[in-house]
């Protein structure tokens, strides 16, 4: 089986949001808070995606044709803005197939290895404060607590993993 990591173009655009929306429903069906609904898909829909995939930064993890994970990857992020200023990637809209355990990590993994080969020194995310069981899967990764953020409607954790 064939798996890469690359860039995802504008026309697989719906493919990450597909991903995106089977994530939405299955952390509904486990309880978990992290992304609301009517809010989260009204904010990330397909112009979004699409937008992410012109300016090159919609990644995805394909096993042979098949999208299993993607992510917007941004080289800045304003929820970051009064911490140490260093090259890195900023992980945001992370979603992977669900009926694929584990995509996500490799996807994170795969991520970290291109980070270091365009000289990035960090790979950066934030999620909601209070969800728990997404903020442990991201320490146990190793990435490691750097502060808090707020905005309307979301306050969220950051994490940061030094490349």
Known sequence: ?????????????????????????????????????????????LAYFENAARLGRLWGLFEESRLVASAVLLDE??????????????VHNLASAVDKPGTGAEFLHR???KARELKKQFLRLDCRTGAKKINAYYEEKGFLYAGECEEPFYKGTLWQKKL
């Open 77 to 90: 992020d304003p929820r970051w803005q009064d911490y140490e200023k260093a090259p890195a990637w900023y």
């Open 1 to 45: 089986m064939t798996i890469s990591f690359m860039q995802i173009s504008p026309a697989k655009a719906v493919l990450a949001l597909a991903l995106v929306e089977q994530r939405v429903t299955w952390l509904e069906t486990k309880r978990i808070e992290q992304w609301e609904r009517s809010h989260y898909l009204s904010r990330y829909n």
């Open 111 to 113: 991520a970290e290895m």
